[in-house]
């Protein structure tokens, strides 16, 4: 190597370093994120798109391997599939 050219120390490792005087385990922090109350409505608030207050029809439709019609069953559109038998 050239001269005044050394190499640093090692970086000490920091598994190997240990912190005295604090418990090991949860410890109570204070910035913890703490509900609060917020403005409800606004512009972008309206009835949900996905709502079971739909109205219409749900037409439920069984066939076979070659295409014909085993059970036909219409029923409201908020009415729960897996009821239906």
Known sequence: MAAGRGLRPAAPDPALRVERGRRAGLVQSVR???PRPREKG???TGPSSVDRRKTGSKHHLIYD????????ITTAANVNDITQT
């Open 65 to 72: 391997g070659r295409g014909t019609p085993l059970k036909v």
């Open 32 to 34: 913890r994120r703490l």
């Open 42 to 44: 606004g512009a972008d």
